[in-house]
């Protein structure tokens, strides 16, 4: 167990529609990724944030957005949903996002667009 | 953007020992090289990390030469459970942050 917490675990939901998926960092981290891994894909980096604040961008669509909260969860909105974005998304924690931190992932939440 | 360069994929038997190669021709000065094992449909699990040198934990040990432009792993006596992909990663600096950006990975197969 990484201490990351991702819900919901699967999600099945239609074209069209908008989805938000949460995560809870290890206790103690401040910094939160989110990745993406369509099926037999490699993991693409979409976004970091860093207490609250957006750090580092990927390749992150301008129907996806996300968020981290003063609690330091974050959520990862999807919107205007297609058939290829089903995929795992995994969100990530670190201590501050640095070099050197180790990254913890969650299980990932698998999303399937029908 | 320090980019990394590992091969596809590699076979073994259980009980050998594995080295996977990443090379990183680009690792930035204050880069720290990290390595990850995946399972199908599982989040990605840390390994080991590394600087300079060799680290080894209790389950791997990671070795870089002086110039770190690459970086190998060592899996000691593996077991059918080690097949995996593996992933080395090195960090991005770009446009002032940091990122993490994953390779294509090394699918290890490990035969009976």
């Known amino acids: 167990d990484s201490g990351v917490t991702q819900t919901p675990k699967h999600l099945i939901t239609a074209t069209g529609q908008r989805v938000t998926l949460r995560c809870s960092p290890r206790?103690?981290?401040?910094?939160v990724y989110w990745y993406q891994q369509s099926l037999d894909q490699g993991l693409q980096f979409l976004i970091q944030?860093?207490?609250?604040?957006?750090?580092a961008k990927g390749n992150i669509l301008e129907r996806f957005s996300a968020q981290q909260f003063p609690d330091l969860h974050s959520e990862l909105n999807l919107s205007s949903l297609e058939l290829g974005d089903s995929a795992l998304y995994f969100c990530?924690?670190?201590?501050?996002?640095?070099?050197?931190?180790?990254?913890?992932f969650g299980e990932g939440s698998w999303l399937t667009v029908v | 953007l320090a980019k990394t360069t590992q091969p596809i994929s590699m076979d073994s038997y259980e009980g050998q020992e594995v080295n996977i190669t990443c090379s990183h021709n680009?690792?930035?000065?204050?880069?720290?090289i990290t390595w990850y094992q995946q399972f199908p449909s599982q989040g990605p699990r840390f390994i080991i990390q590394?600087?300079?040198t060799k680290v080894t934990n209790e389950v791997a040990s990671l070795f870089i030469p002086a110039d770190r432009k690459s970086s190998t792993l060592s899996l000691p006596r593996v077991s059918l459970s080690d097949t995996a992909v593996y992933y080395c990663?090195?960090?991005?600096?770009?446009?002032?942050?940091?990122?993490?950006?994953f390779g294509s990975g090394t699918r290890l197969l490990v035969r009976p």
């Open positions: 944030y860093y207490n609250g604040e957006e750090r």
């Open positions: 590394g600087y300079k």
């Open positions: 206790s103690g981290d401040l910094s």
């Open positions: 990530a924690s670190s201590v501050d996002g640095n070099s050197g931190n180790t990254i913890y």
């Open positions: 680009n690792i930035a000065t204050n880069d720290y």
């Open positions: 990663l090195v960090g991005a600096q770009m446009d002032s942050s940091y990122k993490l950006i």
